[in-house]
Nanobody, 127 residues
Framework: VQAQVESGGGSVQAGGSLTLSCLTS????????MAWYRQAPGKEREGVAG????????HYADSVKDRFTISQDNAKNTVSLQMNNLKPDDTAVYYC????????????????????WGQGTQVTVSS
């Protein structure tokens, strides 16, 4: 299974912004769900945002609503995560993931559904 390739992580101060990008793998289909997950030290991996191919379904974790924006570029086969007003609690390794299926409120935040993952990119937010 081909992996995703993330880029764009780094270190910023609280209140700053970063944009993560992921080159996704596999075919382009309306039944593909793509998502960003994150994992902080000592914590479980959690879903941050999910989007279906074609942008018809978009979901966010409550902790990032109104600060993060997920989007995709069909032509480039990429999915991005624009992160604004970053907080120290956003510090984590961020992963891009996908699976072929419905991207709905029951699936996008459950890592068990996703079968293709990237290597992760570190985001560090200092206070």
């Amino acid at each position: 299974v081909q992996a995703q390739v993330e880029s764009g992580g780094g270190s910023v101060q609280a209140g700053g912004s970063l944009t993560l990008s992921c080159l996704t793998s596999g075919s382009r289909t309306s039944k593909k769900c793509m998502a960003w997950y994150r994992q902080a030290p000592g914590k479980e991996r959690e879903g941050v945002a999910g989007i279906s191919y074609g942008n018809s379904d978009i979901h966010y974790a409550d902790s990032v609503k109104d600060r993060f924006t997920i989007s995709q570029d069909n032509a480039k086969n990429t999915v991005s995560l624009q992160m604004n007003n970053l907080k120290p609690d956003d510090t984590a390794v961020y992963y891009c993931a996908q699976f072929f299926g419905q991207c709905n409120p029951l699936t996008w935040w459950r890592a068990v559904y996703f079968d293709t993952w990237g290597q992760g990119t570190q985001v560090t937010v200092s206070s």
